[in-house]
């Protein structure tokens, strides 16, 4: 099961990646069209918006799995073992309380905004459980991975990667 984890966060990174990539190529073509006279191509610019909040929300597990989110370890390095693993179960589990909540409600969101036929305000008209779908997907996972850190917290196992090797290491 750690295993299949692992390997959806990295596939999670790599939707991230080509969200990136779309990204660039989006403002790309924007500043492209925009120099030639009198041509634009509407709804570019939410193009590249969603792009980027997709690889946001995409890169919330992995991100989480290395330790790139803000973390206080300097409460963490001068306490005692007993008060630290206390500390730990405690943020792991409002943690998971947190990304859990935020997960239903990117999944609500996604789903009320497909059964209202909600579009984005721009030219294009774009359906917006499209874009809202790599949210709904970002916070599964990041609330997957919180569960699955406390899990192996539990278990006496690790989950942060030790090193940036784990990224690119296939398993």
Request: aromatic share 12%; hydrophobic share 55%; glycine share 8%.
């Amino acid at each position: 099961m750690d295993k299949l984890a692992r390997a959806f966060y990295k596939f999670l990174m790599f939707l991230a990646c080509l969200s990136m990539v779309s990204a660039l190529l989006a403002i790309t073509l924007n500043i492209a069209t925009r120099l030639v006279d009198g041509w634009s191509i509407a709804g570019l610019d939410g193009y590249a918006g969603y792009s980027i909040a997709a690889a946001l929300f995409l890169a919330l597990p992995s991100a989480f799995m290395h330790g790139s989110h803000i973390r206080v370890t300097l409460l963490l390095q001068n306490v005692g073992p007993r008060v630290k693993a206390v500390l730990e179960y405690w943020s792991l589990g409002l943690g998971v309380l947190v990304s859990s909540y935020l997960a239903w409600f990117s999944c609500r969101l996604v789903w009320m905004s497909h059964s209202y036929h909600d579009v984005a305000p721009t030219g294009d008209a774009t359906p917006m459980w499209i874009p809202q779908l790599t949210m709904a997907l970002g916070t599964v996972g990041f609330a997957m991975a919180f569960c699955h850190a406390l899990i192996n917290r539990l278990r006496g196992q690790p989950f942060f990667a030790e090193s940036s090797d784990e990224l690119t290491r296939i398993e």
